[in-house]
């Protein structure tokens, strides 16, 4: 069984490769390839993933969990997996990072690299610059998070819409999704949690478990 992978900002696609479980992962036109965009509101970016992801198994990370709840309104879908993702007003702190003044801070000066690093667990830091730095070179980087920070407006009550079959598999220290967030989806959805150890990037710092996680879900929607 294959997944189909969509994956968070900034580190992208890099952040899976430590896992086991077949899958396919998109890749983000303006985000996670060279060629960049002139629509970056949401609906752009569901439009683009709808024919992907249509009655596939998806794992959504970060920006990529919304797209694929977002997209789960549109299109059917055997199962989808969110994780270290949020579904309503966690987004408005996003948009603020991307106001005048903050922008500088969140994206012209660490350009994605402090957001990285401590989605990290403390451990596991001292390998960023090994493991991911080369990853952050895409042009223009900043400012591609910038236009799409400041153009993220979920649905509202998106939580409650979803009639998917709904996962959430969640790093214990996440600390940009922390795990009230979890809960709080959880609760409006009544999707089970599988708790990781690791922070945001639990799939890559936990991959044997993150991998079991995703064996078990496969074997409730089988």
Not at 14 to 26: I, K, N, P, V, Y
Not at 138 to 153: F, V
Not at 167 to 183: E, M, Q, T
Request: charged share 20%; net charge positive.
């Amino acid at each position: 069984m294959t997944w189909i992978t969509l994956p968070g900002v900034p580190l992208g696609a890099r952040a899976f490769d430590r896992l086991q479980t077949e899958m396919s992962c998109h890749r983000f036109i303006g985000l996670s390839t060279s060629q960049y965009r002139d629509d970056w509101g949401l609906d752009s970016f569901v439009e683009e993933v709808s024919e992907t992801v249509a009655s596939r198994m998806v794992l959504g990370h970060d920006f990529g969990g919304l797209i694929g709840a977002i997209a789960s309104l549109r299109v059917s879908m055997k199962a989808l997996v969110l994780t270290g993702s949020a579904l309503g007003h966690w987004w408005c702190m996003t948009r603020w990072s991307a106001l005048p003044g903050l922008h500088y801070f969140f994206y012209r000066a660490f350009q994605g690299q402090l957001f990285a690093q401590r989605g990290l667990s403390q451990r596991h830091r001292v390998h960023f610059e090994r493991d991911f730095a080369g990853y952050l070179s895409l042009p223009n980087l900043s400012e591609r998070m910038r236009r799409t920070a400041q153009n993220i407006y979920p649905p509202k009550r998106l939580a409650q819409q979803l009639t998917v079959p709904l996962f959430l598999i969640w790093g214990k220290n996440d600390p940009w999704y922390p795990p009230v967030v979890a809960r709080r989806i959880s609760k409006a959805t009544g999707a089970p949690i599988y708790w990781i150890d690791g922070g945001h990037y639990c799939m890559w710092e936990s991959p044997a478990e993150f991998d079991r996680a995703l064996m078990k879900i496969e074997r409730k929607i089988a």
